[in-house]
């Protein structure tokens, strides 16, 4: 069961997260032994599944993640797309290393109906010494439909000699 961080003194700090290579960093949340960030929470998924470059996170979006018009806020999926694109650059990201987006972009296909269950995959295309790209997509759980799309960029900084 993933563990969330409710304070800031429940994050790693810096020297224990450049301890373990990101693969690493990303099993221990998915098995509860790390914390997990609080922003999945409020957003409505978890972590899901994490294999080597390639990261699900399943939730279901409710009414406070919606848009005066009472529809799934695009900033949903953006949130959502950019965590597992991260993550899945994340589990290729070695020791002594951190990461971070440089830029990502979404495409919505069709609007998700509130409180229907989704995966959103991450999956590598490119990991190097100092990029990793990419791609994502939502699709729901039962009916398989995709929802959206996405692509990210992300720099990998070495921050031990």
């Given at each position: 069961?993933p563990l969330v961080?409710?304070?800031p003194?429940?994050?790693?700090s ?12 990303m099993?221990?949340?998915?098995e509860?032994?790390l ?9 409505g ?58 830029e990502?972009k ?23 010494r ?15 439909k ?12 070495e921050?031990?000699?």
């Open positions: 069961m961080a409710t304070s003194a429940e994050l790693l810096q020297d224990e997260l450049l301890s373990m290579s990101g693969y690493e960093f099993r221990g949340m998915l509860g032994t914390p997990g960030p609080p922003i999945a929470q409020t957003m998924y978890a972590l899901h599944a994490v294999e080597d470059g390639r990261v699900t996170f399943r939730g279901a979006p409710a009414f406070n993640v919606t848009n005066p018009m009472g529809t799934v806020h695009g900033g949903w999926y953006g949130t959502l797309l950019d965590s597992a694109m991260a993550c899945a650059v994340m589990t290729k990201v070695p020791r002594g290393a951190v990461y971070t987006t440089l990502y979404i495409n919505i296909t069709r609007t998700i109906p509130l409180d229907m269950e989704i995966d959103c995959v991450g999956v590598i295309d490119h990991a190097g100092s990029t990793g790209v990419a791609s994502g997509e939502i699709r729901g759980v039962e009916d398989g995709l929802y959206a799309t996405g692509s990210t960029t992300c720099i990998i900084m921050l031990t000699p």
